[in-house]
């Protein structure tokens, strides 16, 4: 079985430039989740999908950061613009729905914002 | 609302020694708990869990857990660490009722030769 695949690995950008980050949950996975682990701390969820709709965004600063799951699949999270305090890694997670409280991780995408 | 205080930041120990992080939470409701490791440039991978029934959850790669609801507690242990270990380790909790997880400040573990 495939795991969660996310792209690109790592990212460096200057501050006020934006940013996307693409998401592929394990197949048949209904939920889809976006964390931010900035340095020295646990992952913090940003939003969580189910399908392709959204489930809770509450910390998930939407001045700036959007995220969106069309056809409830593969998901996009975007940071537009950047901040130097948006370093961070950006895990994707997925699980079979909302209720399964295992939760698959992807590697991560790093990014540096200079 | 679901906390998680992890109560030591690093944890050192000799290769084939114990070893024992701890984990604390607090919650209004039931819980959920989870033990998830984390590689170098890898994302986090399930250790264990305790959903319900026995309190003592057994894991991946000779892991273990305790769950101690009057203290409050969910420490992860393991009789004999391998340099293969060292990793970071977090502890995270969800309430029942597909509530989020809330992780710990995770433990960095290093194993010495």
């Known amino acids: 079985e495939a795991g969660v695949a996310q792209s690109p690995r790592y990212k460096i950008i200057e501050k006020r430039q934006s940013v996307a980050f693409w998401c592929n949950p394990i197949?048949?996975?209904?939920?889809l989740y976006w964390y931010q682990q900035i340095l020295g701390q646990g992952p913090k969820l940003l939003i969580q999908?189910?399908?392709?709709?959204?489930?809770?965004d509450s910390q998930l600063p939407k001045d700036r950061f959007s995220a969106e799951r069309l056809k409830g699949v593969d998901s996009t999270l975007k940071i537009q613009p950047a901040k130097l305090e948006d370093s961070a890694v950006y895990l994707c997670?997925?699980?079979?729905?909302?209720?399964?409280?295992?939760?698959?991780f992807g590697p991560g995408t790093r990014l540096t914002v200079l | 609302a679901q906390s998680v205080t992890q109560l030591d930041s690093q944890v050192p120990v000799f290769e084939e020694a114990p070893v024992e992080l701890r984990c604390n939470y607090s919650s209004s409701v039931s819980v959920y708990l989870f033990w998830y490791v984390q590689y170098p440039n890898q994302g986090l991978q399930l250790l264990l869990k305790?959903?319900?029934?026995?309190?003592l959850v057994k894991g991946i790669n000779g892991f273990e857990a305790e769950f101690n609801k009057s203290q409050t507690s969910f420490h992860l242990r393991k009789p004999s660490v391998h340099i293969s270990d060292t990793a970071e380790y977090f502890c995270?909790?969800?309430?029942?009722?597909?509530?989020?997880?809330?992780f710990g400040q995770g433990t960095r573990l290093t194993i010495n030769p």
């Open positions: 305790y959903l319900s029934g026995s309190t």
């Open positions: 997670a997925s699980s079979l729905n909302r209720l399964n409280n295992e939760q698959f």
């Open positions: 999908f189910q399908n392709n709709g959204v489930v809770d």
């Open positions: 197949s048949g996975h209904a939920t």
């Open positions: 995270a909790v969800t309430g029942q009722g597909a509530q989020k997880l809330v």
